[in-house]
């Protein structure tokens, strides 16, 4: 039987055999997701929906009050929604006993405008300390060695925060994140405190870790960042998801 043959005929048992696609549950799911602050009135996000798979780098946008940390915060389950369901790899948070939370906060990676380094350890050690607080044991070092590696500042582990640029201080953060090796990486307006060239670096590295399998969400109100790599980008506005462009690029 020729080549072609075989190829038809395997074709056609598979179109027969009606294979289904495995349904993988989104990395992050919102459904009809409306978090209203009831003290004040606010209404933060207003009938939020979409999903996130794996693999994917999406940029959360819109203006200061539109709702970005309110995003974040039910993601890392801070907080819960008014209406609706937030799901992370297929397990709805609001049923997420207190003892599941450590759990899920070590699967998820999360890096802020300002690094948060502990200003009087090193770089390895702000990394182990990492680690030991998320209760994972054994051979921390080499853990920290290999994620400063993946940032490229391997040779800068035994330098305090102080010794760092600021650049090099957001990239520690970042292996800080990925030390655990979580699946999800949540970035908080990463860039806001550089200048454009470093903005761009971390991005870039960014860029690399998502190449290399994390789903990466990016908060930002920044229109440079945005445009500056596309990706897919939804754009909240007054709480409401006003767009979802897989092409990417800012306008609101
Ligand atoms: P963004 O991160 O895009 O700036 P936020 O999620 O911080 O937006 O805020 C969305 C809206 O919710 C704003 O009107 C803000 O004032 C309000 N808000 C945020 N956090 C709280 C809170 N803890 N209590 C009451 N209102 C809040």
Request: glycine letters at 8%; a positive charge.
């Amino acid at each position: 039987m020729g080549r072609t043959t075989m190829t038809l005929l395997a074709a056609s048992v598979r179109a027969r055999m009606r294979v289904p696609r495995l349904a993988w549950p989104a990395v992050v799911e919102f459904r009809h997701v409306t978090k209203t602050y009831a003290r004040t009135h606010t209404h933060a996000l207003r009938n939020v929906d979409f999903k996130i798979d794996k693999g994917e780098f999406v940029y959360i946008t819109g203006h200061s009050g539109a709702g970005k940390s309110t995003l974040l915060a039910l993601v890392l389950r801070r907080t819960l929604p008014t209406e609706g369901l937030v799901a992370i790899a297929g397990q709805d948070l609001a049923r997420l006993r207190e003892g599941q939370l450590p759990l899920l906060r070590r699967r998820i990676g999360m890096v802020f405008q300002d690094h948060r380094l502990l200003p009087k350890m090193s770089a390895a050690d702000n990394l182990t300390f990492a680690l030991r607080a998320t209760g994972v044991r054994g051979s921390l070092d080499q853990k920290a060695l290999n994620a400063l590696r993946l940032v490229g500042l391997a040779h800068k582990r035994k330098a305090y925060p102080i010794e760092l640029s600021l650049g090099e201080q957001q990239r520690v953060a970042i292996a800080r994140a990925l030390v655990t090796n979580p699946p999800l990486l949540l970035c908080d307006e990463p860039t806001g405190n550089l200048d454009p060239d470093t903005s761009w670096e971390i991005l870039e590295l960014l860029n690399d870790v998502n190449i290399k399998g994390t789903t990466v969400i990016v908060a930002t109100h920044s229109r440079d960042l945005v445009d500056a790599m596309k990706h897919r980008t939804l754009v909240l506005r007054n709480g409401e998801l006003v767009r979802d462009d897989d092409r990417g690029g800012y306008s609101l």
